[in-house]
């Protein structure tokens, strides 16, 4: 039987070491049976975790590069958008999506962590990525920029999940049908809460938090995310897949030799994902 795979424009930087952004999903997607298209933002020797890196802005190529898909053309079945590094990045990525009408469009609005926004962020880019999400289908923000999204203050203390569904149906009403709030730290306990507002259920997965903090995991997450729900997968099983996924990586990780900035060692189980 012959498979229509679909396509997806990855709007993400791409690092040469790190296991995040681009080459975190681009293995992902493609295990998943979606083709992967790179639409690159910005290229890194490394992620920025590491000390020294080098950086190479590709704001103004971005133009060029949509101006060329867009001559040609070319139609994706989605979108799927990670970091984001000035102004002008959300408002390319605001003006292609509009430009496909694309019937799935996942935004990973990376703002901040930890009560904080990244200092590369200002307000003014807060703001117009509160705009971008209010474009997607599905948008998988962390507990500190399900907080942005939202307009409620960051507490330092523990949510309760009634704290989180509010927090998650106001994200729902800026426009995403679908919301997945993650890294909400209980205890001993992570959390993910996600929030289906046409179905108007939430589902909450509940993992081991490990004391290790690995970066790319956010964009492991969503690739998950976006690869089973393109393919037509429930949400349920999405999100139980991607939180379990990242948990079996970071646990093996663990047990490597390898620096938690190099990202999780997510390649020797990633043949699980395969359909």
């Known amino acids: 039987m012959i498979k229509n795979i679909k396509k997806v424009a990855a709007i993400h930087d791409i690092s040469g070491l790190g296991r995040c952004s681009l080459t975190a999903a681009i293995p992902i997607l493609s295990v998943l049976g979606v083709q992967p298209c790179p639409f690159p933002t910005a290229i890194l020797s490394c992620q920025t975790g590491y000390s020294k890196f080098s950086f190479l802005d590709l704001t103004e190529e971005m ?20 970091f984001l590094g000035s102004e002008k990045q959300i408002d390319i990525v605001k003006e292609f999506i509009i430009s496909q009408n694309s019937s799935f469009v996942l935004i990973d609005p990376v703002m901040g962590d930890g009560g904080k926004i990244y200092k590369t962020y200002t307000e003014v880019m807060c703001r117009k990525m509160k705009e971008l999400v209010a474009l997607a289908t599905v948008t998988t923000p962390n507990i500190t920029e399900a907080c942005i999204l939202s307009g409620k203050e960051y507490k330092n203390g523990e949510y309760s999940l009634e ?5 998650a149906k106001e ?3 800026l426009g995403p049908k679908k919301v997945v709030i ?10 993910n809460f996600a929030y289906d507002m046409d179905e108007d259920k939430k589902y909450v997965i509940v993992n081991n938090h490990s004391d290790r903090s690995f970066g790319g995991t956010g964009d492991i997450f969503a690739s998950i995310i976006c690869g089973m729900l393109m393919t037509g997968r429930g949400f349920e099983e ?7 996924f990242v948990y079996k990586a970071i646990c093996y990780s663990a047990t490597q030799k390898n ?15 395969f359909i």
């Open 259 to 273: 620096d938690v900035k190099n990202g999780v060692v997510f390649e020797p189980i990633l043949k699980e994902l």
């Open 182 to 191: 993650t890294g909400i730290i209980k205890g001993n306990e992570i959390i």
């Open 63 to 82: 133009i060029n590069y949509k101006n060329s898909w867009d001559e040609m053309g070319f139609a994706f079945d989605g979108i799927y958008s990670g």
């Open 163 to 167: 704290e989180i569904e509010e927090i």
């Open 238 to 244: 999405a999100i139980k897949t991607a939180s379990e």
């Open 171 to 173: 994200i729902c009403a």
